[in-house]
């Protein structure tokens, strides 16, 4: 061989040799590129992913902020209407009780109190407690309520039955003035038998609770038709 050919194979081999590493560094340069698509795709995905979550969590704190804030409100509101009918019905208990305090004075209608009670209690002997300032009118109830007593007894079952009537040394609280704090009463009175043991609560107080408190619905009826 001589020296051209061996130039020319020599050229050959490095032609060849040059080639393979053109074709090694393409292959390397496009799996450089495919890696680092991937790369750059699955770091697009992860953010994407962070920032749905971190936009999801965001909704559903805004949604959950409404939601109190909803709830708050409606509560407020709710709290605010009742109230309000609490303040108007005690405005009509504060009309009812004024009205009432003409009433408390009327011998006709402590008369029946007393008799009321006493035929609860169906004893022989009761005391009668009043205001300090009812003491001389509800004197002069004590013979007529046992009259009426006994005459309703009779009545009802034939036999004939008394009850002896007193005055108690105790006294209801007096009438409630506008302005002072403390126990009143607005009239009526109190029975009690067996030296204290047995007691009717005959009060306007007492009465007037238990009408408004039977009467709330209707009186609600009324005055908030549409709640």
Known sequence: MDSKEAQSQIAQMISFIASEAQDRANEIQKKGEEEFSIEVHRLITEQKEKVRQTYEKK????????????????????????KAR???????????????????????????????????????????????????????CLQGAQDEYAKLIEAETGAAKTCSLDIDTQFLPPAP??????????????????????TIDNTIDVRLRLVMEQAKPAIRGLLFPAA
């Open 59 to 82: 909704v559903k704190q805004i949604e959950t902020q409404y939601a109190i804030a909803k709830s708050m409100a409606i509560n407020k509101q709710r709290l605010e209407k009742i």
């Open 177 to 198: 003035v506008a302005g002072k704090d403390g126990p009143s009463c607005l009239g009526g009175v109190v029975l009690a038998c067996q030296g204290g043991k047995i």
């Open 86 to 140: 609490q303040e108007v019905m005690h405005q009509v208990e504060g009309d009812v009780m004024a009205k009432l305090d003409s009433v408390s004075s009327s011998k006709e209608f402590v008369t029946k109190l007393i008799v009321q009670g006493l035929l609860m209690l169906l004893e022989s002997q009761v005391v009668v407690r009043c205001r300090q300032s009812d003491v001389s009118m509800v004197k002069e």
